[in-house]
């Protein structure tokens, strides 16, 4: 595969990091962004120079605001070099019925979730256009194409991620740039262990009964899907053999969005 230059947005843990270390053994150069403090980013750029990044640059921006991400990605195109796959990953969640949602918390989970993912491909898409060649991918979600009960901020991001997706494909269909949306189901990462977590304090039960519970509500395969499966696909997107998947939204979820 031709090495790329790929930007990672919130690769610090779970998803985003599992991709970054397949891309890195790939030989890719990274750059990539997340909260975390100063020795965790030294742990990880680490790592994925050990895997065989042909380079690692690390962006530390609140993706809250749109400006700073804007500057960011203009700032990467200028130290690591023209961005040629930009992956869109960061995510936060919050659960709670609609009436007892916070608002500051809608405003962020939108902010992270979907604004950034307008910020970022409106920043990029300019030169990918010039050189002829992108790929956005976008981690949606299954909750980009179906619901749940008590996550109204994150279902509407995730469905408008699966919104802007196909709306950029369409802008971009003659242009050699390619943009899809990966949609998981449940992967044990942070995010979704603070969820089991909040069940596992409600319910009495154990950590362990509550991940299980979960898991068997849902993905009818009963296993979760690992960030390093999604990083494949990933690679599959990058790929010359994907050219003509574009505009897709892509359930990797056991067949949770079969019911
Ligand atoms: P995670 O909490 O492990 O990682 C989230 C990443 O986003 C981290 O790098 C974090 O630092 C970054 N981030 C969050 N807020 C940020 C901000 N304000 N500024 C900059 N970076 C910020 O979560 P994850 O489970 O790995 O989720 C990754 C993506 O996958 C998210 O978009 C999530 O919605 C999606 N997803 C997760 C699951 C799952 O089961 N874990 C399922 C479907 C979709």
Redesign the pocket.
């Known amino acids: 595969m031709i090495t790329r230059y790929v930007f990672i ?8 990091y599992g991709i970054a270390q397949i891309l890195a053994s790939e030989g890719h150069h990274i750059a990539y ?4 403090d100063f020795e965790e980013i030294i742990a990880i750029s680490d790592k994925l120079k050990d895997l065989g990044a042909a380079s690692v640059h690390y962006f530390d ?4 605001n749109g400006d700073a991400v804007r500057e960011m990605m203009a700032t990467a195109e200028l130290t690591m070099g023209p961005i040629d796959v930009l992956i869109n ?5 919050h659960v709670a019925p609609i009436e007892k949602f916070p608002i500051s918390r809608w405003d962020d989970v939108i902010a ?2 979907l604004t950034a993912n307008f910020h970022t491909i409106a920043s990029v898409i300019d030169g990918m256009r010039i050189r002829g060649f992108g790929r956005i991918i976008n ?5 980009g194409l179906v619901a749940s009960a008590n996550k109204s901020a ?1 279902v509407s991001a ?1 469905h408008g991620v699966v919104g802007l997706t196909k709306t950029i494909a369409l802008e971009c269909a003659t242009d050699g740039i390619t943009v899809n949306a990966i949609c ?4 044990r ?4 262990e603070a969820q089991i977590h909040e069940r596992s304090e409600a319910s009495g039960r154990s950590f362990e009964e509550e991940a299980s519970t979960l898991i068997q509500e849902r993905q009818p395969n009963q296993t979760f899907v690992t ?1 390093e499966q999604i990083g494949s696909l990933c690679l599959y997107l990058m790929s010359e053999a994907a050219v003509s998947v574009t505009g897709m939204a892509m359930p990797i979820d056991g067949a949770w969005t079969a019911h």
Do not use: E
């Open positions: 947005i919130g690769a610090t843990s779970g998803i985003g962004n997340g909260l975390a921006v609140d993706i809250r990953n960061a995510g936060i969640q992270v979730n981690i949606s979600s299954v909750h994150y995730k998981p189901g449940w992967v990462t942070p995010l979704v960030p």
